[in-house]
């Protein structure tokens, strides 16, 4: 199952990122490139929630834990189909359900 099928199929996938850029942390809007991102040194779970596409650019709509005061009204479009961008699907997980 991809980490698309999971968000699509199931919901909510918790994943895990590198956060440790001041871009980041000051992110407002658009779609989230950072170019010095890196996909080894994920530090921060944070939860995608759905994926589109904005201005030509593919997308993970990712929730963050840093309350609504933080990014997007607490969310972030974190760049998606180029290189595994922050290492967001390094470390993914979703609850499997039972029969």
Do not use: M
Not at 9 to 25: E, T, Y
Not at 68 to 75: C, E, L, N, Q, S
């Amino acid at each position: 199952v991809t980490q698309a099928q999971a968000v699509h199929d199931v919901g909510p996938v918790s994943v895990c990122i590198d956060a440790g850029h001041l871009s980041f942390q000051l992110y407002s809007s658009g779609v989230y490139y950072e170019p010095n991102c890196n996909p080894d040194a994920i530090n921060h779970a944070v939860l995608a929630v759905g994926y589109g596409t904005e201005g030509g650019s593919d997308y993970w709509l990712v929730k963050n834990s840093w309350g609504t005061g933080w990014g997007d009204g607490g969310y972030i479009k974190v760049t998606r189909n180029k290189d595994n961008h922050c290492g967001i699907a390094t470390q993914s997980c979703y609850p499997l359900h039972g029969h």
